[in-house]
């Protein structure tokens, strides 16, 4: 019997899958056709993997957190695809932070972002989406780089990024633009409870990733290409040793993963800063952000680009003049290994709140008020049944400067407590200061004593050597909490430093500002600093809003606080203090009344005493919650400054 063909078949292509046509065919071309189908399905099969490998590898065009350099680049060759000149773009974003701006907040994938510090570093990628919240502590000004070069007939851009991913040459076409450098530090004093609080956000890229093995010592370790920890099963596919040990048959043992990823440079994967748990600096690389939006001491989130890059390394020996123009000193002082990178698409300034879990409370009066009563019955069984002082440790805390007239910062409470002795400082100060810690985030504490303010710091100052502004004790973020221990102050002999320390924390109390020291100059820096001095008297050299004598009755050994209840505190101390307040015309009348009454009776009081009691009014009120003054809440005021004044005679 013999077939005969209707008409020469043709593969056909069905959903990605090559099937065979429906014609009437001898038997043996009928198997070969097949045979034939069956390699072609075969070697597209391959392929597909090969895409989806290679896919993997690079990540998405679009996967704003594995690839983010990928949507730069294809947002820059869109806006230029779209008939932009690369000229009109310096100093501009081309969609790039909108982009970010919609897939972070609109598509609520900020929480996805892994935080970068010393616990998530080594789990997180280089050139994948991070976030690094800090103070920004210095400010090195402006870098110079190639942010667009032509690469043929084709515009490239190699903005946030360290390097180009391809050689740039010379004699192409490019832009060059700037960006601004800051030195960013995790917020001194910044409590570990506040760390604690975002270690539930895990890096979604680096959880399947066995942890890099603990670096070996070298004999030279000047540069990234020496932290040489290996991925756990990773081997380098153009590594010269491994080419070498195919060629010869061997099979891979353990012990020569190490050789293999040390030779030449490492993989990124290895080149993880040798940084200390309590220093963790961020050089930040900020783009097409106005300076003013950017200051000194503010915190912000910066979200962006980690990278880390074996030749950013500065020789000052080996600079061409093009880069010596171009390059900051103070670069040379900050290697990658020291201080890792983060080129910044998106910022945000943030407050206490942005610190803080939210508790499980409804915002209603009564739950202000409970909350209220509870932190002041510890902050009481704190200071030793001391109820008035607690009422005014209470007032201390939610002080804060929210206007300044001329010199004067108001809205500062500064507070002494007085009559400590060497049995209840002993007893006291400790759990003052930890209670302080457990519902601030950012505290600090300063034994004064003469050899410290003879020797140290407390103003930061400019370092002409590195470029650099070396930070002081005194720079501190706004909100920050510091407390002085004048008990150990014993007589002695102030040196110049000492004397210059003095009157620094003097001003810094008193206009709520600090000197930064520029060698040829001096410029006052704004404060908002909580200060709360402990002492036997009341401190001679450190003039405070308030004096309060001290006077415990009883120790409490407990002091048992639940996880719940301190953040419920925490909450509260940071809402109340950001309510705005006023005061209503009616009350205004009888505030003047009673200040002009007062002043009768008391020659001595001034402008100065007139101001605290309006603050102390003010914070009262934001206590319960109210953002006006009440009959109520000013007779508590004045009740309370008979209770002190009483203590003081």
Same mark, same amino acid.
């Given at each position: 019997m013999t077939w005969t063909w209707r008409e020469k078949p043709t593969a056909v292509i069905q959903r990605g899958k090559i099937t065979q046509p429906p014609y009437i065919y001898h038997s043996l071309e009928k198997e070969k056709l097949r045979t034939e189908i069956d390699c072609l399905n075969l070697k597209g099969e391959?392929?597909?993997?090969?895409?989806?490998?290679?896919?993997?590898?690079?990540?998405?065009?679009?996967?704003?957190?594995?690839?983010?350099?990928?949507?730069?680049?294809?947002?820059?060759?869109?806006?230029?695809?779209?008939?932009?000149?690369?000229?009109?773009?310096?100093?501009?974003?081309?969609?790039?932070?909108?982009?970010?701006?919609?897939?972070?907040?609109?598509?609520?994938?900020?929480?996805?972002?892994?935080?970068?510090?010393?616990?998530?570093?080594?789990?997180?990628?280089?050139?994948?989406?991070?976030?690094?919240?800090?103070?920004?502590?210095?400010?090195?000004?402006?870098?110079?780089?190639?942010?667009a070069y032509?690469?043929?007939?084709?515009?490239?851009?190699?903005?946030?990024?360290?390097?180009?991913?391809?050689?740039?040459?010379?004699?192409?076409?490019?832009?060059?633009?700037?960006?601004?450098?800051?030195?960013?530090?995790?917020?001194?004093?910044?409590?570990?409870?506040?760390?604690?609080?975002?270690?539930?956000?895990?890096?979604?890229?680096?959880?399947?990733?066995?942890? @890099?093995?603990? =670096?070996?010592? !070298? $004999? *030279?370790?000047? /540069?990234?290409?020496?932290? &040489?920890?290996?991925?756990? +099963?990773?081997?380098?596919?153009?590594? @010269?040793?491994? =080419?070498?040990? !195919? $060629? *010869?048959?061997? /099979?891979?043992?353990?012990? &020569?993963?190490?050789?293999? +990823?040390?030779?030449?440079?490492?993989?990124?994967?290895?080149?993880?800063?040798?940084?200390?748990?309590?220093?963790?600096?961020?050089?930040?690389?900020?783009?097409?952000?106005?300076?003013?939006?950017?200051?000194?001491?503010?915190?912000?989130?910066?979200?962006?680009?980690?990278?880390?890059?074996?030749?950013?390394?500065?020789?000052?020996?080996?600079?061409?003049?093009?880069?010596?123009?171009?390059?900051?000193?103070?670069?040379?002082?900050?290697?990658?290994?020291?201080?890792?990178?983060?080129?910044?698409?998106?910022?945000?300034?943030?407050?206490?709140?942005?610190?803080?879990?939210s508790p499980c409370l409804e915002l209603t009066p009564s739950a202000i008020r409970e909350v209220r009563e509870a932190l002041l019955g510890n902050l009481t069984a704190v200071l030793g049944n001391d109820r008035v002082a607690a009422q005014y440790v209470l007032l201390h805390l939610l002080s804060r400067v929210h206007a300044r007239v001329d010199s004067i910062a108001v809205g500062k409470l500064s507070l002494n407590l007085t009559s400590f002795n060497k049995e209840s400082i002993s007893v006291f100060a400790n759990r003052i200061k930890l209670a302080v810690e457990n519902i601030l985030p950012f505290t600090e504490c300063l034994p004064l004593t003469v050899d410290y303010l003879n020797t140290v710091s407390l103003a930061p100052k400019k370092d002409y050597t590195t470029n650099r502004l070396a930070s002081g004790f005194l720079q501190l973020a706004a909100g920050s909490h510091l407390t002085i221990d004048e008990t150990t102050l014993q007589s002695g002999t102030l040196n110049s430093t000492g004397v210059e320390n003095v009157r620094v924390l003097k001003n810094m109390m008193q206009t709520q500002k600090v000197e930064y020291d520029f060698t040829y100059y001096k410029m006052e820096m704004a404060a908002d600093v909580q200060v709360l001095i402990l002492s036997e008297g009341k401190s001679n050299i450190l003039p405070a809003d308030l004096v309060v004598p001290f006077r415990p009755s009883a120790v409490d050994p407990t002091l048992g606080v639940n996880g719940e209840m301190l953040k419920a505190w925490r909450w509260y101390l940071a809402t109340m203090k950001s309510l705005p307040h006023a005061i209503e015309p009616h009350m205004q009348k009888v505030v003047e009344d009673d200040l002009v009454a007062a002043r009768q009776a008391d020659r001595s009081l001034g402008s100065q005493e007139f101001s605290r009691w309006l603050t102390m009014g003010r914070l009262m009120s934001i206590s319960f919650g109210e953002t006006s003054l009440s009959m109520e809440h000013w007779q508590m005021v004045k009740e309370l400054e008979t209770l002190r004044k009483e203590r003081s005679t």
């Open positions: 391959r392929e597909t993997k090969n895409r989806n490998r290679i896919s993997t590898m690079v990540g998405l065009p679009y996967d704003c957190l594995a690839n983010p350099l990928g949507a730069v680049r294809l947002t820059f060759e869109k806006a230029v695809g779209a008939g932009s000149d690369p000229a009109a773009l310096d100093g501009k974003d081309w969609g790039t932070a909108d982009l970010f701006r919609q897939f972070l907040f609109d598509d609520g994938a900020l929480s996805q972002v892994p935080i970068l510090n010393p616990s998530t570093i080594k789990r997180v990628q280089p050139n994948t989406l991070v976030r690094f919240r800090g103070m920004i502590q210095d400010m090195l000004g402006n870098e110079f780089y190639v942010g032509k690469d043929g007939c084709k515009w490239r851009t190699n903005k946030f990024a360290d390097a180009s991913p391809c050689p740039v040459d010379a004699s192409s076409d490019s832009r060059i633009w700037e960006r601004q450098l800051l030195y960013c530090v995790p917020v001194p004093g910044q409590n570990s409870w506040v760390e604690s609080s975002h270690e539930s956000i895990k890096n979604p890229y680096t959880e399947s990733i066995s942890p @890099p093995r603990e =670096k070996r010592p !070298r $004999e *030279d370790d000047s /540069t990234m290409a020496d932290v &040489d920890m290996v991925e756990s +099963g990773h081997v380098p596919e153009d590594s @010269p040793n491994l =080419k070498k040990m !195919r $060629e *010869d048959g061997r /099979t891979l043992e353990p012990s &020569d993963l190490q050789m293999i +990823g040390t030779e030449g440079k490492s993989s990124n994967l290895s080149l993880l800063p040798d940084l200390e748990r309590n220093s963790f600096p961020c050089l930040v690389k900020t783009y097409d952000s106005p300076e003013s939006s950017l200051k000194l001491n503010d915190v912000f989130e910066f979200i962006g680009i980690f990278s880390f890059d074996t030749d950013l390394t500065v020789d000052r020996d080996n600079t061409d003049e093009l880069e010596e123009g171009f390059c900051e000193d103070a670069l040379v002082y900050l290697p990658p290994a020291k201080v890792p990178r983060l080129h910044c698409i998106v910022h945000r300034k943030i407050g206490v709140n942005d610190f803080l879990s």
